[in-house]
């Protein structure tokens, strides 16, 4: 049997056209790989190893965990505290920034994550993800801090996310386009099966929580209104509406067959500028997307230019089809 490219292999080859490359990052993304895989098969278990439902606590953001959410951040600090590539973690699922350990060593990357994005859908077996950035760590052998963290999403080494679904997938940029690998768990390996993905420039497609509806500032409620008009409005062509609750599994449909997905600003809670998180969701997702050929905006602004200015900031995403996005940010400079 003839084994295709395994993930390792690709990324060993893209880190050799690169001058001066150690290995290290090479050996930081096999520890995030051995983490995805390892949170597949957990949630790929589910209930006969007793890990679905809710507990009792919080995140950070006030929303209640699931023993998944819990398990899953557990593993990926496991997985990559200890072999020296990283300065320090941030999690969605912790307040604070979680340094490396006195008795491993420090490396020069920092990791940041979500390790179970859409968990809400978990108990009913919709398709759940982890998605993950890497930075540089600033400055020489200082502790980081908060600040180390908050960095504009231009500057990500790499970005990635891991789609527990029918199969599990594992989509990863260096900056280099955007290559989608699926676990094999016969051998154990995540594979190359989706080179070079591409989102198409149109779509038929858009993705939105309509029952926010009411809350949606003016030039989203006109672009969702255009959409459902289909042939008889402006836009003289019938849209398809989806919605997954589950930003990884929007994104990948949206990369595989092109698409709009929308969290836009909204005034259903004011002190809140978006629901979903800067550093954990909006910035890893936005480099894949554009390196994949797409757009990701607020709505105002690119989300890869954004000055981050908290480990949980919240903004307002819009990304997909890169002309579908257009429309939807010339419709916020008009108003």
Not at 14 to 26: N, V
Not at 49 to 54: A, F, H, L, W, Y
Not at 199 to 221: G, L
Request: with cysteine.
């Amino acid at each position: 049997m003839h084994i295709g490219t395994t993930i390792t292999q690709f990324i060993i080859e893209e880190q050799r056209q690169i001058k001066g490359a150690t290995g290290d990052f090479t050996s930081l993304l096999n520890d995030v790989v051995t983490a995805c895989k390892v949170i597949s098969n957990a949630v790929n278990k589910g209930a006969l190893i007793g890990v679905m439902g809710s507990l009792d606590s919080e995140n950070v953001q006030g929303e209640t965990q699931k023993k998944l959410d819990v398990i899953t951040n557990e593993i990926f600090i496991q997985s990559n505290e200890w072999a020296g590539h990283l300065a320090a973690m941030a999690s969605e699922e912790m307040d604070d920034v979680y340094q490396i350990p006195g008795q491993y060593p420090r490396g020069k990357y920092l990791l940041v994550f979500d390790p179970l994005d859409g968990s809400s859908n978990v108990d009913v077996n919709i398709s759940v993800g982890t998605i993950f950035s890497i930075l540089r760590c600033p400055g020489e052998g200082d502790a980081p801090t908060a600040e180390s963290f908050l960095q504009p999403g231009t500057r990500q080494v790499a970005a990635g996310y891991a789609l527990y679904g029918s199969s599990t997938m594992l989509v990863l940029t260096t900056g280099h386009g955007v290559n989608g690998f699926t676990l094999d768990r016969d051998i154990g390996e995540f594979i190359l099966t989706n080179p070079n993905m591409k989102i198409p420039a149109d779509t038929r497609e858009f993705a939105i929580n309509a029952s926010n509806q009411r809350f949606w500032e003016a030039p989203v409620k006109r672009y969702v209104q255009e959409c459902l008009e289909g042939k008889t409005g402006p836009r003289a062509r019938d849209f398809n509406m989806r919605w997954v609750a589950s930003m990884v599994a929007e994104v990948h449909r949206i990369l595989v067959r092109g698409g709009i997905f929308m969290y836009p600003k909204d005034t259903k809670d004011p002190a809140k500028a978006g629901k979903l998180r800067l550093l954990y969701e909006a910035n890893p997702m936005s480099f894949i997307v554009e390196q994949a050929g797409g757009a990701s905006s607020t709505g105002r602004e690119r989300i890869l230019e954004l000055q981050p200015e908290g480990l949980h900031q919240r903004v307002p995403v819009i990304l997909g089809s890169k002309n579908e996005v257009e429309k939807v940010v010339s419709y916020h400079q008009e108003a």
